[in-house]
């Protein structure tokens, strides 16, 4: 059975950070593409970062580029997701999500979530 | 305008027929895109139930009914989810996603009510 279970969200600061993880399994996870996807406090989806396969590929929404970072290591089949200089509006749950298909970014399977509070 | 557009909400009846659309910005051709649709229940996360490009490219998730299934209007550039017999069970919030343009973009999301 495919599982992913979310760690590491929790109360920051603004300007803080966290780092997520959700460690994968069921699956051979070095052949999937991975992804982020956050959901505010009674909003809808909102997809936030990629990661391919290799890893060698990344992809962000612009409301968090060049503050998040999504990394993975296939060794503890384990995806990441670095959160840098946090905002109020980063509040959300995060929820990590398996492509459907190998090399596919469309997502299939998702984890239960974490859930990020960016508050003083 | 949004990438993907759905109507916030949407009402029938329990047996009756559901019809979501998720309408994609001018510009931007259905016919090129895979159509993925979630439903989520509160509490809980998204459910995958089905992709579609088009009837020989389509996808139902893991344990998903085949009362849910998906199609095309290219007359009105939507991806369509279509539920039938529709259950008290299925009320729940539709979120439509493509992968476009690098990303992946999901739709505001239609809220089902099964009265």
């Known amino acids: 059975e495919v599982q992913l279970l979310e760690s590491g969200g929790g109360l920051v600061q603004p300007g803080g950070s966290l780092r997520l993880s959700c460690a994968a399994s069921?699956?051979?996870?070095?052949?999937?593409?991975m992804s982020w996807v956050r959901q505010a406090p009674g909003k809808g989806l909102e997809w936030v970062s990629a990661?391919?396969?290799?890893?060698?590929?990344?992809y962000y929404a612009d409301s968090v580029k060049g503050r998040f970072t999504i990394s993975r290591d296939t060794s503890k089949n384990t995806l990441y997701l670095q959160l840098n200089s946090l905002r109020a509006e980063d509040t959300a749950v995060y929820y990590c999500?398996?492509?459907?298909?190998?090399?596919?970014?469309?997502?299939?399977?998702w984890g239960q979530g974490t859930t990020v509070t960016v508050s003083s | 305008q949004p990438v993907l557009t759905q109507p916030t909400s949407l009402s029938a009846s329990p047996g009756a027929s559901a019809r979501f659309t998720c309408t994609l910005r001018?510009?931007?051709?259905?016919?090129?895109?895979?159509i993925y649709w979630y439903q989520q229940k509160p509490g809980s996360p998204p459910r995958y139930l089905l992709r579609?490009?088009?009837?020989?490219?389509?996808?139902?998730g893991s344990g998903v009914p085949s009362r849910f299934s998906g199609s095309k209007d290219a007359s009105t550039n939507a991806g369509l989810l279509l539920i039938s017999g529709l259950q008290s069970e299925d009320e729940a919030d539709y979120f439509c996603a493509i992968w476009y343009s690098s990303t992946f973009v999901f739709g505001g999301g239609t809220k089902l009510t099964v009265l």
């Open positions: 001018s510009g931007i051709n259905v016919g090129t895109y895979t």
């Open positions: 990661i391919s396969d290799s890893g060698d590929n990344t």
């Open positions: 999500a398996k492509g459907w298909n190998q090399g596919k970014y469309g997502v299939d399977v």
């Open positions: 579609y490009k088009s009837d020989s490219d389509e996808q139902q």
């Open positions: 069921g699956f051979t996870f070095s052949s999937y593409a």
